[in-house]
């Protein structure tokens, strides 16, 4: 299962949401500006990087940003 750790405000975490969708991935979306434990274990995954969106499969970060771009948190 996938993770991704984005805000409802950043178009680059809305544009990650939509491919994965598109391309049928099962996901879990945390919105790290209301959830302060999501925000909490984003940090730790990236090592204190307040950059959204981030996907993380099996515990491992595996992307960070869409297309080269982000939004910071």
Do not use: H
């Not at 090592?47 to 969106?53: A, L, N, S, T």
């Amino acid at each position: 299962m996938l993770e991704l750790y984005g805000t409802r405000n950043c178009p680059y975490t809305a544009e990650l949401r939509a491919d994965l969708e598109w391309r049928g991935e099962s996901f879990i979306e945390y919105d790290v500006e209301l959830d302060d434990e999501a925000l909490r274990r984003m940090l730790e995954l990236t090592e204190g990087r307040r950059m959204v969106p981030v996907l993380v499969k099996e515990g491992r970060v595996v992307q960070t940003g869409w297309q080269g771009r982000g939004c910071y948190v």
